[in-house]
């Protein structure tokens, strides 16, 4: 037996002969890899090497002050206990909603599914922004139901509500894929071995979803430490954390190199995360989707639980219901807290200041998303269907933007892009080249997972019956992955309308987009036009996915609409 | 047209081994004349699918040729070929309904779409497909799946039918009436036919001839009936139906067979050319049907004494494993209904005729 570095030259020498003989695939990875290392690599290569070295000369000058500092120290703590309490909220009401949805038969199912949903489909502080109107100073509850006079809801406390509820939905996603592809059989296996259903429940349901549990868990804490708006809107001085940090030190110091430093701790723990679930969590994992989900039995949980179990669902859905009904008052109200009485001034302040934020958004999310679905399936058809040297670092890289928290990747846009021949800062390209490449991952995995489920003899047929390869990668693949294609675009549509982490960093005079409008509004007090502005975000998410909807239905056979959730 | 395989060889990297190569398919020369129906059998891991792959050309061939009517066609890529395959899985395509898969190689060819229209109707109509050409393929069910399969590969008129083991999906039922289908469209539109299985069973149904092979190699190519009666050597023998081997010596060389002794009992059994010299130790292949079993033989002349070890009753047939002074015997036989079931532990004449005898040298395991 070889060592395993000998092995891999052996099959990398074969894998580059190989490539010798296929030119346009030789073309086609070697300029997606160049993208990727320009617009994924460079950036955070420039984080790291301004931050290490900040004038001329390499150094820990940085990192000393910073880590040498109690308020920094203090942030990083503020960042993870964040980050770790979110993913123990929102994984355990997703866990909720999930088991519930899949294991029982509780009414209301589809309106739960709704409730579950909505929060991904909106800018992730929405919830904040509720928080405010509801308990805040001037809050509808706090103040005119309880009449308090201060009420603490800045810091951890109302972060964490926020949090919980923004991040809650992909932990759910998650769940319920596990709870979906574990089946029934299994639960009923254990009764029928003299299990109760208390029993079976803790010795088989719940260890065969620990996996999923702990990836749910592992993606929370990802998503949350990286999380910028909530924190900066609810954290307050309070409770300083550092993804707010990096954006206060560039932004309100103008402290780049700072920032960087900042970005590069930051990283750390997202990154660890990140490597946790990838390589050690995802190999746990007991059951492969065999893209026929055996029927979830209905019986494994006994009536009381189940009415317990839909309180539950239905109390965290009414919160949720709570949070948009406030934004919804919220954008037709006066003023709010003082004067309820219906208005369309914040809509008219949103159409005619806002109006040019509403259009750049649109426009660079309508051009972002069809190029990231592309660039998603490619690359995942290249990684399944080819052989080339460097394929699993193509994955690799591609994926990685995933782990890496948007003010990360600001920063390092700013840097990587602020001088010709590289002159993006300020223009459109810059907000359109940072969403494509941030959000191709889903593409990837949506594209990747079709590609496994179609057998390899259903290429080999079409080449048999007389089609040439390019024949059969138009004919047969490629609309096989157009359910896949569509679900990457739709993920990568509706985060390039409602992210905000790295595009704050990168929006200009000429470029703004709806989400930092909504931050500025919220940050400058006028609550109704953040509002307004939600709204209007929101019914154009779900306008656009309607319209996607409609499409498909009409093109492709109704089944390809079940892979859109 | 004929499809002849000229010492082809076919070598794979080992995956556990860099610079190791592992042997599929080993020196196999084959002539698959026209119209005929031939079946590559044997088990798993023998070579049958590698070969199969490589006349398609999804594999090209380490070394030697394929040829197709007369042409090489070693190096030419799979959709050049004309050889049209049902696969395993089907592999029907998921987004296309039946009519579109079937017209699917016709268009490759850029057939007018009337005579695309056309043809694919009168095919449909012949493997009983009528009236489901809009189906989604996810709505058939797996014999009309497999039909599909089947009526895309004849639609294009390919000069060679492949068949990557179609039958293995289909539960047992099906899977015989589709063996009769298989062979009587085959015979019917007399295409040149190349069928892997390893199913025995319906090697013996459908073919012309089969092809056994074991480790890469052709152990014996012959006629179904051949191949079960006159086995080349031991593997084959054992691979095709079940089997006794009983050990003997050649007493004397005559004109019609040769005596052999087994177990102090002499008899003629016929041998074919060369027959093995005086004094050879040889190897009786007795199939356990053609023996015959005697209850209470005592005092009665029934060649062979053994007792029962084992009786399992099987609906048509009887199964018993016959002490023979030590030596297991497996005993089939027909009609227990008439004959009732034997006992355990009871003792039993037995013989065979010996014209049902088939002779191989003692020392003949497969061919390597």
């Known amino acids: 037996m070889a060592d395993p570095f000998s092995q891999w030259k052996h099959r990398t020498i074969h894998d580059l002969r190989r490539l010798r003989n296929e030119p346009i695939l030789a073309v086609a990875v070697a300029a997606i890899f160049g993208l990727l290392l320009l617009f994924i690599v460079y950036p955070l290569i420039r984080v790291f090497a301004v931050s290490f070295i900040p004038d001329g000369a390499p150094t820990l000058r940085l990192y000393r002050e910073f880590l040498g500092g109690w308020f920094i120290r203090q942030a990083l703590l503020n960042s993870v206990v964040m980050g770790v309490l979110t993913a123990v909220g929102g994984t355990l009401i997703g866990f909720l909603f999930a088991f519930a949805l899949t294991r029982t038969d509780i009414p209301g199912k589809p309106l739960l599914t709704a409730a579950a949903i909505l929060p991904i489909i909106s800018p992730p502080f929405v919830s904040a922004l509720s928080i405010i109107l509801l308990f805040g100073n001037n809050g509808l509850i706090t103040r005119q139901l309880l009449g308090f006079q201060e009420f603490a809801i800045y810091g951890l406390r109302g972060l964490l509500l926020s949090q919980v509820f923004t991040f809650f939905p992909v932990a759910y996603l998650t769940l319920r894929g596990v709870l979906e592809s574990l089946g029934g059989t299994l639960e009923d296996a254990a009764m029928n071995l003299g299990a109760t259903r208390w029993k079976a429940f803790w010795r088989v349901t719940l260890p065969l979803c620990l996996p999923g549990i702990a990836s749910a868990l592992l993606v929370l804490f990802i998503e949350s430490i990286a999380d910028f708006g909530n924190p900066l809107i609810l954290g307050g001085s309070g409770f300083p954390v550092l993804s707010v940090q990096v954006y206060l030190q560039v932004t309100g110091m103008y402290d780049l190199p700072g920032g960087a430093a900042l970005a590069v701790i930051l990283l750390v723990p997202s990154v660890t995360a990140f490597l946790v679930q990838r390589y050690w969590v995802a190999r746990k994992r007991y059951v492969t989707v065999t893209g026929k989900p055996t029927r979830a039995v209905l019986k494994v949980v006994s009536p009381a639980t189940q009415w317990v179990l839909f309180a539950a669902c239905t109390a965290v859905a009414l919160f949720v219901l709570l949070f948009y009904a406030t934004i919804l008052v919220g954008a037709f109200s006066k003023a709010w807290g003082v004067d309820h009485s219906p208005t369309l001034r914040n809509f008219g302040y949103v159409f005619g200041v806002g109006a040019q934020a509403i259009t750049d958004t649109l426009v660079i999310a309508v051009t972002s998303s069809p190029l990231a679905g592309l660039l998603g399936m490619g690359i995942a058809f290249l990684v399944m269907r080819r052989r080339f040297p460097g394929r699993e670092a193509m994955e690799f890289i591609s994926i990685l933007n995933f782990a890496v928290p948007g003010t990360v990747i600001g920063i390092g846009y700013i840097l990587a892009f602020n001088q010709k021949p590289l002159l993006l800062t300020g223009t459109a390209l810059i907000l359109i080249a940072n969403f494509l490449f941030r959000y191709i991952p889903v593409g990837i995995q949506s594209g990747t997972a079709v590609l496994r489920q179609i057998d390899p003899a259903i290429e080999e047929a079409a080449t048999n019956l007389g089609a040439t390869t390019q024949t059969t990668f138009r004919r047969i693949t490629l609309p096989l992955l157009v359910p896949a294609f569509f679900s990457g675009l739709v993920f990568s549509f509706v985060r390039a309308m409602t992210a905000i982490s790295a595009a704050i960093f990168l929006v200009s005079a000429d470029w703004n987009l709806m989400t930092v409008q909504i931050l500025s509004q919220t940050e400058a007090g006028r609550l109704g036009a953040a509002a307004a502005f939600s709204v209007l975000l929101i019914l154009i998410i779900m306008a656009a996915i309607g319209l996607i909807r409609l499409i498909l239905g009409r093109i492709f056979d109704y089944r390809y609409q079940a892979t859109f959730g | ?368």
């Not at chain 2, 989604?136 to 799946?145: F, H, I, M, N, T």
């Not at chain 2, 025995?200 to 051949?226: H, K, N, T």
């Not at chain 2, 004109?255 to 009992?265: D, W």
Request: charged share 20%; with cysteine.
């Open chain 2, 1 to 368: 047209m004929s499809v002849v395989l000229e010492q082809v060889t076919k070598t794979f990297e080992d995956p556990h081994r860099p610079g190791g190569r592992v042997t599929a398919v080993d020196d196999v020369s084959l002539v698959i004349a026209e119209g005929e129906l031939v079946t590559l059998l044997g088990p798993s891991g023998c070579g049958k699918t590698t070969a199969l792959r490589m006349i398609a050309g999804f594999e090209l061939p380490t070394a030697g040729r394929i040829l197709i009517d007369g042409h090489d066609v070693s190096r030419l890529p799979p959709h050049a070929r004309n050889a049209a395959m049902v696969f395993q899985s089907y592999a029907i395509f998921p987004h296309l309904t039946v009519a579109r898969n079937v017209a699917f190689g016709l268009e490759m060819r850029g057939l007018p779409q009337g005579e695309i229209a056309s043809r694919v109707r009168a095919v449909l109509e012949l493997v009983e497909l009528s009236g489901l050409e809009h189906r989604s393929p996810e709505q058939l069910s797996g014999g009309q799946q497999q039909r599909v399969a089947l009526a895309r590969a004849i639609v294009t008129e390919p000069r060679v039918l492949l068949f990557d083991e179609p039958l293995s999906n289909l539960d047992a039922k099906l899977r015989e009436q589709m063996r009769v289908e298989v062979r009587r469209l085959q015979r019917r539109l007399q295409i040149t036919s190349v069928y892997v299985t390893h199913d025995q069973a319906e090697a013996m149904a459908l073919s012309d001839r089969i092809v056994v092979m074991e480790a890469g190699r052709v152990q014996q190519v012959a006629a179904p009936f051949e191949v079960y009666a006159r086995p080349a050597n031991r593997f084959v023998a054992d691979f095709l139906g079940r089997v006794n081997f009983l050990e003997g010596r050649v007493v004397s060389v005559g004109v019609t067979g040769v005596i052999v002794e087994v177990q102090g009992r002499r008899m003629e059994v016929p041998w074919r050319l060369p027959a093995p010299p005086a004094g050879a130790a040889v190897t009786l292949v007795v199939r356990p049907e053609t023996i015959a079993l005697t209850p209470d033989p005592a005092g009665r002349d029934t060649g062979f004494r053994g007792s029962i070890r084992r009786a399992v009753y099987l609906g048509a047939t009887a199964e018993y494993e016959v002490d023979w002074n030590g030596t297991p015997l497996l005993v089939v036989s027909g009609n227990p209904l008439e004959q009732s079931l034997i006992p355990e532990g009871a003792a039993v004449g037995f013989d065979f005729s010996p014209c049902t005898v088939h002779l191989l040298p003692a020392d003949s395991p497969a061919r390597s």
